[in-house]
């Protein structure tokens, strides 16, 4: 198909770039990570957003290498911005299902770690909840690995797929982010509100840190403040930016 040739020709010539968007620790009000977000600069199209090329990626099995190049290219940046003797922070990488079921992800994370030289602690995996339906067992046996080797796991776009939340007493996640659907409309619908509030305090009981996505203003960050939540990310502070932007910012 044409999409994968030229998919496959942005993963051979320099096509992909990472954007970078600030995660703020509310009570700090500094930068505690960043996301990293993919963006596909195609010849023809100018700059593709990954709804466009994401679901066409996980079909034909490329965003193995394109995830692969995603971790391996924020793991190096990150590292960059250490040396470079910016505030520490830790980075964040969507990972796809067939990312999750390699066999050999562990040692392939392993291998970029160390060649990098990040330290594990340093990098975040988002996953969903539909990733994980269906699948506990063996999410329980990875996920566990991956804890172990020291990373950071975070649940994105939480409350949006079909779940229990059981997987939440099993599986070794530290970090749950609240959908930007939930945020949007707080804090003027109630039941936005309710359900914003309501994941912030089971994250609280269960020990998880609590992350908000799509905070666009000072009322629904009041809103996160005052229900305890722990960080945001969103138009309001920044939205996601080219690592050369990025950097000034952290260097603020
Ligand atoms: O930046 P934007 O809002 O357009 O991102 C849309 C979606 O694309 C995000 O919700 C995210 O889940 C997905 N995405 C972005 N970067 C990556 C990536 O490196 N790997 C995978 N698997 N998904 C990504
Ligand atoms: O991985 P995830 O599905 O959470 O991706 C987050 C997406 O949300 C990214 O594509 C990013 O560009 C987008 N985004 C980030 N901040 C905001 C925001 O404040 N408002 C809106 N509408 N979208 C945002
Ligand atoms: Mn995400
Ligand atoms: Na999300």
């Not at 770039?17 to 509310?26: E, M, R, V």
């Not at 099993?170 to 945020?183: A, C, G, H, T, W």
Request: aromatic residues 6%.
């Amino acid at each position: 198909l044409n999409l994968a040739r030229r998919l496959r020709e942005a993963l051979d010539h320099g096509g992909f770039a990472l954007h970078y968007q600030p995660q703020i620790d509310i009570a700090s009000g500094r930068i505690a990570g960043c996301e990293a977000l993919l963006r596909w600069n195609d010849p023809e199209e100018g700059l593709v957003p990954p709804g466009r090329f994401i679901a066409f990626a996980e079909e034909s099995g490329l965003i193995v290498q394109i995830g692969e190049w995603a971790l391996r290219t924020a793991c190096r940046q990150a590292r960059q911005w250490a040396d470079a003797g910016l505030p520490p922070l830790h980075v964040s990488v969507n990972l796809s299902a067939r990312q999750l079921w390699q066999a050999d992800l562990p040692e392939r994370i392993g291998a970029i770690l160390e060649a990098t030289g990040l330290p594990p602690q340093s990098l975040e995996l988002e996953l969903t909840e539909s990733m994980i339906m269906g699948h506990e067992p063996q999410a329980v046996e990875q996920l566990g690995l991956l804890r172990r080797m020291g990373l950071r796991l975070a649940i994105d776009d939480f409350g949006t797929g079909y779940s229990s939340l059981s997987y939440l007493k099993n599986l070794p996640i530290e970090v749950l982010k609240i959908d930007q659907s939930f945020v949007r409309n707080i804090p003027q619908d109630r039941n936005d509100r309710e359900i914003v509030a309501g994941i912030i305090a089971l994250a609280r009981k269960l020990n998880l840190a609590v992350t908000a996505e799509g905070v666009e203003t000072p009322a629904q960050l009041a809103f996160l403040a005052e229900q305890g939540c722990d960080s945001y990310q969103g138009y309001l502070f920044s939205r996601p930016l080219p690592a050369a932007e990025f950097e000034k910012l952290l260097a603020r």
